[in-house]
Nanobody, 122 residues
């Protein structure tokens, strides 16, 4: 069992940066692929980024590639999402996820955090 708690969300102006953190409980954190999804108001939840258990490979949605960076520290049981050059369309609730393998589909993840709000003003 893995419990995930996100932090770091907030209000930022367009062009600014935020770093989200996700702290995981459980001794098997390092065996899970981790990722981030987001959901904007009135829209379906969408994939943002994922990283393999070792941190050796990361994958991004086209809309965030080059602006967002996912990373993890297995010693701290934490995964991060560094978000730069933020745009109003990045606004939404960001969810941390954990699963058996990197996946673009939310069905590939067994554990979800409660979400953290990110609001980007124009």
């Amino acid at each position: 069992q893995v419990q995930l708690v996100e932090s770091g969300g907030g209000l930022v102006q367009a062009g600014g940066s935020l770093r989200l953190s996700c702290a995981a409980s459980g001794r098997t954190f390092s065996s899970y692929a981790m990722g981030w999804f987001r959901q904007a108001p009135g829209k379906e939840r969408e994939f943002v980024a994922t990283i393999t258990w070792s941190g050796g490979n990361a994958y991004y949605a086209a809309s965030v590639k080059g602006r967002f960076t996912i990373s993890r520290d297995n010693a701290k049981n934490t995964v991060y999402l560094q978000m730069n050059s933020l745009k109003p369309e990045d606004t939404g609730v960001y969810y941390c996820v954990a699963g058996s393998g990197p996946a673009y589909d939310e069905r590939g993840y067994d554990y979800w955090g409660q979400g953290t709000q990110v609001t980007v003003s124009s």
